[in-house]
Every structure is written in structure tokens, then in C-alpha cells.
């Protein structure tokens, strides 16, 4: 499953511009991603207030493989961090584009977009992997 509508790094995170005008974009990780790590069981991710610099560690992720960093598709200030993930990071396995979101973030340079990979780029990209 991929996103139309996202935006995607070679690192399998995600950007959705939910607003243009406003720059507010979601965060996630790609369901390729939440697949590779399996039962994704704690998350430690940018609290509000925090910036984040594309392709700079914004986070981990601990699943029952391993743990692995996070890293940001765009550069942008944390307006919220979705803290349903807290008690139940499960979400990220079962709706890695919806309820699974990491960070909604204002962001910072909108020309950072051009440089990230389309859906279709994307799919392309982990066919080849």
C-alpha cells in the first residue's frame, strides 16, 4: 500500500501537506517500512516545539527485530506528536498512513518537496530493493 498523496524518502518515511497555505504536513512511516521492522512496540519521537531538519534522526522506532532511527522527509517546527502511539504503537503496524501518523510538523521550506519521491517513484524504488 502507498500513498498518492504522499511524498516519500529512500529512508521509507512520508510527508501528506495536509494545508499548502498553513505548510502543515503529517509524518509518518511507509507501510513497506512498518512490514521490514514487524510488531513495532515503542516509538520515541519530537515532542511540540522541537525542529526538525530533512533527512537529519528525528526519532526511533523499537520493534520485536530491532531499532531504528527516524529520520525527517522535511525540515519544519513539531506542532504535534501523535501520543495515541504512547500506549498503543501497534497503529503504525495496522494503519501506517492513517491512524499510524509519527508527527505533524509546519514546514519550514516547501521547496524541500521537489527533492522527495512521487508514489509512483516510490513503488519503483522498492521494487528494486
Not at 49 to 65: R, T
Not at 98 to 118: F, P
Request: with cysteine.
Amino acid at each position: 500500500m502507498i500513498s498518492d498523496d504522499c511524498k516519500y524518502t529512500q529512508e521509507h518515511e512520508w510527508v501528506k501537506v495536509e494545508d499548502i497555505e498553513s505548510g502543515e504536513a503529517l509524518i509518518g512511516i511507509t507501510d513497506y517500512a512498518q512490514d521490514q521492522l514487524g510488531d513495532i512496540v515503542y516509538l520515541e519521537l519530537p515532542q511540540s516545539g522541537a525542529v526538525v531538519k530533512q533527512l537529519d534522526k528525528m526519532g526511533e522506532v523499537e520493534s520485536v527485530k530491532a531499532v531504528s532511527d527516524l529520520f525527517s522527509p522535511i525540515s519544519g517546527n513539531v506542532i504535534e506528536s501523535n501520543t495515541e502511539l504512547n500506549d498503543h504503537p501497534e497503529l503504525v503496524n495496522e494503519d501506517p498512513f492513517g491512524k499510524g501518523w509519527l508527527i505533524r510538523v509546519t514546514i519550514t521550506s516547501v521547496n524541500e518537496l521537489e527533492g522527495l519521491m512521487s508514489a509512483s517513484g516510490y513503488q519503483s524504488y522498492i521494487n528494486g530493493l
